[in-house]
């Protein structure tokens, strides 16, 4: 037998128990495309078993006129044939030598296609599947993820009541004084303006029903994760308000380096200025990292006091996952480009860092048998200053 018909043979069995397995399922007509491929690999096998057999020289005293071919061979009642098997099977676990066409029996099956098949295996439960061990592992592995707000950027006042009010000076254009003379009268001069910046506390949070069984029965500290899995959701919730505040001011087309140094330079005081950084998501990164001076050098360049973190002239890189801060656009992709110092353009009035409590006997819990976990938090965001960033869009290539 050559190797062709071997891995024919193989090919078959495998097909066979394929639509077999597809059969038990309920899946007909899986099992029916399953069962057409078997058949041609079978006419494949059998056309190479009726060359060999032409191929081969008869032993001597043996006609070869009373050979019998391929189809005579196989031309059994399924009882016959599952016997053939039996015998083959028990021969090969006595160690005994095997003739060529007994191994092709054992390798294929060929004269088992009945549905009950002789010989243990995992695929079918009640032929050994049942004792085949599953690896099942109830570990609550974490993706890694970044989960980092701009919280941390803007200015955090902590407040302990509900809505209150702070005075900003107004942004007015100075005057020079008037000139006077000797023994004259002062005339009035302009004086400074105000505006009130009011802060309205706003409770945000939910309740999460838990079954006590599932409690009970779990081998994981779930209450531990689900902790961690709000304060992830607390950070988030903040990071969103400061975002959706951001995008209420005039947006900036950006088309390159030169807008990007003139939105630093021109639109925004010297003084803010000097304390801004760059705030971007992973396609303004991209984009940024792609640009060269004139000599082929790269504009981004890594940080000398933080190498995990980027410049670009000179000012530090914020770069944030495009799940938290994404693009706009679909034809023309735009990436948002937060130029400014963030801790003077917002204020987040922090009236109650998250809080967690649980109960299985308030509320709905006594009823329904279960831990509800309640999660409150309380703030307020608002623009202390508007004129300390600048939201861009960087138009990014198709």
């Not at 005994?96 to 007994?102: H, K």
């Not at 004269?111 to 592992?137: F, K, W």
């Not at 995990?308 to 034809?331: A, D, E, H, Q, Y």
Request: hydrophobic share 35%; charged share 30%; net charge negative.
């Amino acid at each position: 037998m050559g190797e062709k018909e071997r891995e024919l043979r193989q090919a078959l069995a495998t097909k066979l128990q394929e639509a077999r397995t597809l059969a038990e399922q309920g899946k007909m007509e899986e099992a029916r495309t399953a069962a057409d491929a078997a058949k041609e690999l079978r006419k494949q096998v059998d056309m190479l078993e009726e060359l060999r057999g032409i191929d081969t020289p008869a032993a001597p005293g043996i006609n070869p006129t009373i050979i019998a071919t391929p189809e005579e061979r196989t031309d059994k009642t399924d009882e016959e044939q599952a016997g053939e098997y039996r015998r083959v099977f028990f021969k090969s676990l006595r160690n005994r030598n095997l003739s060529s066409e007994e191994r092709s029996i054992l390798e294929t099956g060929r004269l088992q296609d009945t549905e009950e098949r002789a010989g243990m295996s995992e695929g079918v439960a009640e032929d050994g599947g049942l004792i085949v061990p599953q690896d099942i592992s109830t570990n609550i592995n974490k993706l890694k993820r970044q989960y980092a707000s701009l919280e941390h950027l803007v200015r955090n006042e902590p407040v302990s009541t509900a809505s209150g009010s702070r005075v900003i000076e107004k942004n007015g254009d100075l005057t020079v004084f008037t000139e006077i003379t000797e023994m004259t009268d002062l005339n009035d001069m302009d004086n400074p303006k105000f505006r009130g910046l009011s802060y309205l506390i706003k409770a945000r949070g939910g309740i999460l029903p838990i079954s006590n069984s599932l409690l009970n029965d779990t081998d994981q500290n779930l209450m531990q994760y689900l902790s961690d899995w709000i304060a992830r959701k607390s950070t988030f919730t903040r990071h969103k308000l400061i975002i959706d505040l951001l995008s209420t001011v005039t947006k900036a087309p950006l088309a390159d380096l030169k807008a990007i140094k003139k939105a630093l330079n021109v639109m925004l005081d010297p003084s803010i200025a000097q304390g801004s950084q760059i705030t971007t998501n992973q396609d303004g990164l991209q984009f940024l990292d792609e640009l060269t001076d004139g000599q082929g050098r790269p504009l981004l360049q890594p940080d000398p006091t933080q190498p995990t973190r980027k410049i670009l002239l000179g000012l530090p890189m914020v770069v944030v996952s495009n799940k938290w801060l994404p693009s706009t656009g679909t034809t023309s992709k735009k990436a948002p480009l937060i130029i400014g110092d963030l801790n003077e353009a917002i204020v987040l009035f922090d009236r109650q860092q998250y809080s967690i409590t649980s109960t299985n006997v308030g509320g709905k819990a006594f009823a329904r048998n279960t831990t509800d976990v309640r999660a409150i938090q309380r703030e307020d965001v608002k623009f202390f200053d508007n004129e300390a960033v600048v939201y861009g869009e960087l138009a990014l290539t198709p």
